[in-house]
């Protein structure tokens, strides 16, 4: 008797699934691809074949090109040796962001452990109003937050980026949907073992909300190395702008190292989704957030 091959019915639709997800992973790469491709160009090779985007006469080759022509860690060695602009940059921003991220985290454990375990008066409604204002982008309170810091006397200050940052609803709201899966009786041993309320948020539901934790770390992270309005609006000091302004200016003054420096500005976010890519999914599964 011959045999018959089962064939899947479902095969066809699961390829062209295939085929798409990694069409949409290869448009979502070529960026960073190309930024880091770029990078091990000369000077002279991006000015040969970019003049145009830098505003420039001269023998520019047009069309696209990916792959350098020769192999050349001049950029790199510019950037990191020979400059410092660049890495002052690099280590201001890193270090601002880290302030504002350790904030956030401080902020919002307590936070969020209050609006999880606390019978706090009109609870719901202060809850919904900081979820409303988690939705709002961050143009919407520029304005009232320049008013505030000008009163309190902190513009062109590094404080001016820090707190606005450090307070933000979001980490909250997140921390909130953490602590309220810890059950009561954990909180209640702690408390008959004579933990004091400190005690208890930090060395019992934190740990337990570690996942959440570190989520809200490496989010806040983002945003803070990311930002450009902010920098923009609350500092008249152009030397204390953050790496993330700064890159606009290196296209018009130093166009030849902008691949190197978009590297660099990509560095810490690498690394830091490399090192708690699954606390960051496990904080976000246990938040409840889809």
């Not at 452990?113 to 019978?119: G, S």
């Not at 409604?125 to 143009?139: D, K, N, R, S, Y």
């Not at 609006?233 to 302004?245: A, E, H, I, K, Q």
Request: charge should be neutral; charged fraction near 10%; proline fraction near 6%.
């Amino acid at each position: 008797m011959k045999r018959r091959h089962s064939t899947n019915p479902n095969f066809l639709p699961q390829a062209l699934s295939a085929v798409f997800f990694l069409f949409l992973g290869a448009l979502v790469l070529f960026p960073a691809i190309y930024t880091l491709c770029s990078s091990f160009m000369s000077p002279a090779e991006v000015s040969q074949y970019y003049a145009a985007a830098m505003g420039q006469q001269g023998n520019a080759q047009a069309g696209f090109h990916l792959m350098p022509d020769a192999f050349s860690l001049e950029g790199y060695y510019m950037v990191f040796l020979r400059s410092t602009d660049y890495l002052m940059k690099f280590w201001y921003s890193l270090f601002l962001c880290l302030v504002i991220s350790a904030g956030q985290i401080f902020v919002s454990v307590l936070g969020g452990f209050a609006f999880a375990k606390y019978p706090i008066p009109l609870k719901r409604g202060i809850f919904f109003v900081l979820m409303v204002l988690m939705m709002m982008p961050v143009q919407v309170t520029l304005v009232p937050n320049y008013i505030i810091l000008d009163g309190m006397k902190l513009l062109d200050s590094w404080l001016a980026l820090i707190l606005p940052m450090a307070f933000l609803p979001f980490g909250t709201v997140f921390m909130a949907q953490i602590f309220k899966g810890i059950p009561d009786g954990v909180i209640d041993a702690a408390r008959l073992d004579g933990a004091g309320t400190f005690h208890i948020i930090f060395q019992v539901a934190a740990p337990i909300g570690k996942g959440g934790v570190i989520s809200v770390f490496l989010l806040s992270f983002v945003d803070a190395w990311n930002m450009v309005e902010q920098p923009i609006t609350f500092l008249r000091d152009t030397l204390r702008y953050p790496l993330s302004v700064f890159l606009a200016s290196v296209n018009q003054v130093d166009f030849e190292l902008s691949f190197v420096c978009g590297v660099l500005a990509a560095l810490p976010m690498l690394l830091l989704f490399f090192f708690f890519h699954e606390e960051l999914t496990q904080g976000i599964e246990l938040s409840g957030v889809r």
